[in-house]
């Protein structure tokens, strides 16, 4: 992350726009062209984004560090789970994600303080 993040980061803050972004997924050779296209990509890094207020700590259309696991995992869902119809890894993904606690209002009121 720290890599890519110092390319062109947004101001003050390390973070990876969609053409960083879509340098990766191209290194990666993940985009198979079946199972997982590179219009799925961009809809996952949309997805992403979608609902995030634009904080100083959050700028719009660029992707900070748990934003980057986020469109990630939901990739990884794209291709192996959603395109094989597989409900087993499905079920086994959301119940050990039922398992992780979100992070408390308090903590997100504090992270975002400076925004």
């Known amino acids: 992350y720290k890599y890519y993040a110092g390319f062109n980061p947004c101001g003050h803050v390390p973070c990876i726009g969609q053409n960083v972004f879509n340098e990766i997924i191209n290194l ?36 900070v560090r748990y934003q980057l696991m986020e469109v990630l995992v939901r990739i990884a869902i794209h291709k192996y789970c959603r395109s094989r119809g597989d409900d087993r890894a499905k079920s086994n993904f959301s119940q050990s994600m039922g398992s992780v606690k979100p992070t408390s209002p308090k903590v997100q009121k504090e992270i975002y303080t400076h925004s």
């Open 28 to 63: 990666t050779d993940i985009v198979d062209g079946k199972d997982l296209k590179l219009s799925d990509i961009d809809l996952e890094f949309i997805a992403t984004k979608a609902g995030n207020k634009k904080k100083l700590l959050n700028p719009e259309r660029w992707l």
